[in-house]
């Protein structure tokens, strides 16, 4: 610009700037294109990513040969994709009824009553102990009795019983027993309790038989 100023103020002859060629073709720069190279072939180490995570299963895995030859999944996939297990049918009605029923049936054994002979009912026993007259059997007094002294009143005109410790004249209660005289007679000259309380323990011994008291049952 200065020499062009220089010139025209001088009056020389100003020569054109030089043009600049367009660039051509061939003087274009060349890419070079560089294939990618495989990261599993022979001798190709150079570049390999190592934190490209492996095929699973492997390529030459005995798991890829037998699912390729048999056109079926895997064994772990088949695992994992295992089918539900079959349901439980419910019992037909003819096997059903072949079963015993799931109940417990309790036995209850229940006394034995038999026929009184008139006038000992229950109402006449309780006449009986209010008419004042001794069904102790001519004890005046409360007796310490042993087991051995029990033993000796084991006869039907001459029985006693030892219910809860205490000792009992059951000679006159005999005939009002609703069980029956031979059940009664089953605890005479022993201790009856545990059969008592096996047969009718809701029974107060000592209301039926308070008027025909005796003892009390003492060791040997």
Known sequence: MTSYLRS????APVEPAPQTQPKRAEDAPEIEVIEPQDDHAEGSDDGYDTDRPPAFPAINSIQRASASSKGQPSSTSRGLMAPPPPRLSAPSSSASTNLAPLTTTKVVKKS????LAPGHSTLDW???????KDLRGGVTQL???TPSMLKEHNKKDDAWSAFGGKVYNITPYIPFHPGGEKELLRVAGRD???LFALTHAWVSVDMMLDSCLVGLLVPE
Do not use: E, I, Q, Y
């Open 112 to 115: 034995r009553k038999v026929a």
């Open 192 to 194: 009856g309790t545990k």
């Open 8 to 11: 025209w103020l001088l009056g």
């Open 143 to 145: 007796l310490r009795v």
């Open 126 to 132: 309780a006449n009986l102990k209010s008419s004042g």
